[in-house]
């Protein structure tokens, strides 16, 4: 395949598709569903749930074109030996981690609120990496198979774009990997952090990276497929 170039703010980017991957941060059912972590600090879970359509459309472009996916989610051991005591006794949600709630102990791995929603769950072959805390390379192995696979560019989205989106570019960026925050399949809580979260990545020349909608990456290998045929 060609060199892709994406329509982005600050400006297009252009990359070799074969050291491009996807990492999509923890669209889990604790943040989007009713009874998980998310509503028990007293979110509108259905500011998360409308990106779940544009997610499958991406999830599906980029399978199709042989792109790299990896899952993200947050969680932790069920005896919280990994979760600082700061973050579990943090505020007064509702239910605090680890405690038993509709979908099984809040945030806790192997528990069903611990899952992938059904619409975007992995294939089989695509790596799922559980982390601790809100950067997807915080205490993981994820920068080891990056670098394995020659991965140098990351498209990332999923929830939520403040938190886990942006602390993972950040996170991405301080080890030299080019980062694409996918605005329309990202999401937050609160909408206005979205906004901002997004004009930070892309501030100052892109300080932190670029960012692109999910229809101009569909483009770029659209067009790309084309000059290839």
Known sequence: M????????????????????????????????????????GN????LRRIVPACAALLSHLRAAGIPIIHTREGHRPDLSDAPRAKVERGAPSLRIGDDGPMGRILIRGEAGHDIVAEL??????????????????????DLMLRNGGIDTLLVCGVTTEVCVHTTIREANDRGYRCIAVADCCASYFPEFHEVGLKMISAQGGIFGWVAESGAIFSALDEAGALSR
């Open 44 to 47: 509108d879970v259905s500011q």
């Open 2 to 41: 060609p060199v892709l170039t994406i329509h982005a703010q600050p400006a297009p980017i252009s990359l070799d598709p074969a050291r491009l991957a996807l990492v999509i941060i923890d669209m889990q059912r604790d943040f989007l569903e009713a009874g998980g972590f998310g509503e028990a600090l």
């Open 121 to 142: 769950a992995p294939l089989s072959g695509e790596p799922l990496v559980d982390k601790p805390g809100k950067g997807a390379f915080y205490q993981t192995d994820l």
